[in-house]
């Protein structure tokens, strides 16, 4: 069973440009997270989206945006860059909403803001 | 606010002996807890998961306390070997109908041979 990707590995961007992550979640799976991962710090919670739904937000300003789209799959998109953007991204995806359902991850993307 | 604290300094332990990272939390009651394993610019991979009315968890060499009055958790890897270092994450969910776990900074294992 393949596990969840997110692509690309890693991403050049300049402040001010846009940045765009993709993410495709375990075959079955119909929630997807977005998480931040600054160095040093824990991860952070960007955005939940379950059957294409955004379900919940982080407490990430409105330039972190992002969609999911039918076949489960999901973007992130962070507008106006900032350097203090640069960070791993990571995706997760997991079985329908539960309360305590394991979260599959991605390898992650390296997003460097310079 | 709700707070995690996991020991911010590596731990370091000669291999086979019993490795502990300690998980407290502040300002939340948690339905379940759950340890995950970094590994350098890779994603989590999760361990365990523990509830709120189980007070102990076995995996193979893992082993995991819940105490809810202490507000802590405790992660043991039994034997350790070089291949267990990493970075161990510790999340909190499910407490006031959140269903998205909170995680803490981690904790560095470093197994020396």
């Known amino acids: 069973e393949a596990g969840v990707t997110q692509s690309p590995t890693h991403l050049i961007k300049t402040r001010g440009q846009q940045a765009t992550l993709r993410c495709s979640p375990i075959s079955g799976h119909t929630s997807v997270y977005w998480y931040q991962q600054a160095l040093g710090l824990g991860l952070q919670f960007l955005l939940w989206y379950d059957e294409g739904e955004e379900r919940n937000r982080g407490n990430f300003p409105p330039r972190f945006s992002g969609r999911q789209f039918p076949n489960y799959s999901s973007e992130l998109n962070v507008n106006a860059l900032e350097l203090e953007d640069s960070a791993l991204y990571l995706c997760?995806?997991?079985?329908?909403?539960?309360?305590?359902?394991?979260?599959?991850f991605g390898p992650g993307t390296r997003l460097t803001v310079l | 606010s709700q707070k995690i604290e996991q020991n911010s300094e590596a731990l370091n332990i000669q291999e086979g002996k019993t490795a502990t990272l300690t998980c407290n939390y502040t300002n939340y009651s948690p339905a379940y807890l759950q340890w995950y394993r970094q590994d350098p610019g890779r994603g989590p991979v999760f361990l365990l998961l523990?509830?709120?009315?189980?007070k102990e968890k076995r995996k193979e060499r893992l082993k995991v306390t819940f105490d809810t009055t202490l507000k802590q958790s405790l992660f043991h890897i039994t034997a350790s070997q070089p291949a267990d270092s990493a970075t161990y994450l510790c999340a909190l969910g499910g407490g006031g109908g959140s269903y998205i776990p909170t995680f803490g900074r981690g904790t560095s294992l470093i197994v020396h041979p």
């Open positions: 997760a995806s997991s079985l329908e909403l539960a309360a305590d359902n394991e979260q599959f």
């Open positions: 523990i509830r709120e009315n189980e």
